[in-house]
């Protein structure tokens, strides 16, 4: 039996880009190419590159949000769950956290209501937050906190394998750090698997046992993070290494 929980072969994405003096043409324009990759249980795997080279695409795919696109996605038994970047954002500012948390187990239809209720303040332990937060909106708490909750969601689905873009690039520093622990928190506890993606490759390293870099919608060097770091043989990852030495 497979350790894979996600494997990814040759995959190539597109997007129907507006051409003409009004728009009135499209041009079918390819952003991720020849795309392999794969994670496997339990490991915690970084997806480098500037803004814009088909990170978050990439994990688009994968979660099937994107469409227009060819090759091999295949998943583990459990489809993975999605941090997002923006915490707030993510979530529906109308409704309170213990919401917003049993929504998924209520689409899902499995549990009874005392379960649900067992679950979520399982989950909001688990995140390092307690059931006082249950009552409250997304507006009323800090974004180091809505972030906890947003991964309190991506738990409730009982993933292998959580994608997390950008996570802790709109907090500060000393929240970044109490994140990133909550996440190897999780690895160690728990086995949850990770594609970690994010353009700082200081947090990169400090989590992840293996990295990928991407240019321009290809993944250009894939190795361990010491392979990486220590010895980069790609002159994209050695230009990307340059700028954190230099900062």
């Known amino acids: 039996m497979s350790d894979k929980i996600l494997t990814v072969s040759h995959l190539n994405s597109y997007y129907n880009d507006k051409t003409g ?45 994107v469409k227009d696109c060819d090759g ?45 209720n067992k679950k979520v303040s399982e989950m909001i332990h688990l995140v390092g937050l307690d059931d006082g937060y249950l009552a409250r909106k997304p507006g009323e708490l800090s974004g180091g906190q809505r972030q906890r909750i947003c991964i309190a969601l991506a738990l409730m689905m009982e993933p292998e394998l959580i994608i997390a873009d950008e996570p802790v690039s709109a907090l500060d520093v000393t929240v970044q750090d109490q994140i990133l622990k909550l996440l190897l928190k999780l690895n160690r506890e728990m086995g949850i698997a990770f594609l970690f993606i994010s353009h700082d490759l200081k947090v990169v390293y400090s989590i992840c046992s293996r990295v990928m870099v991407m240019k321009a919608g290809e993944i ?20 990307l290494l340059s700028a954190v030495l230099n900062d």
């Open 72 to 116: 091999e996605i295949i998943h583990g038994s459990k489809r993975p769950q999605m941090v997002f970047q923006d915490p707030y954002g993510s979530l529906n500012p109308a409704r309170t956290i213990g919401w917003i948390l049993e929504e998924p187990l209520r689409i899902k239809g499995e549990l009874k209501d005392p379960e649900r």
């Open 21 to 65: 003096k009004f728009g009135s043409g499209t041009v079918k324009r390819q952003i991720l190419k020849d795309v392999s990759l794969d994670i496997g249980k339990g490991e915690i795997v970084g997806l480098v590159g500037e803004s814009g080279c088909g990170k978050s695409t990439l994990a688009k795919c994968i979660l099937g949000i």
């Open 220 to 239: 250009v060097e894939q190795g361990s993070d010491e392979e990486i770091y220590k010895a980069p043989k790609h002159p994209y990852t050695k230009q």
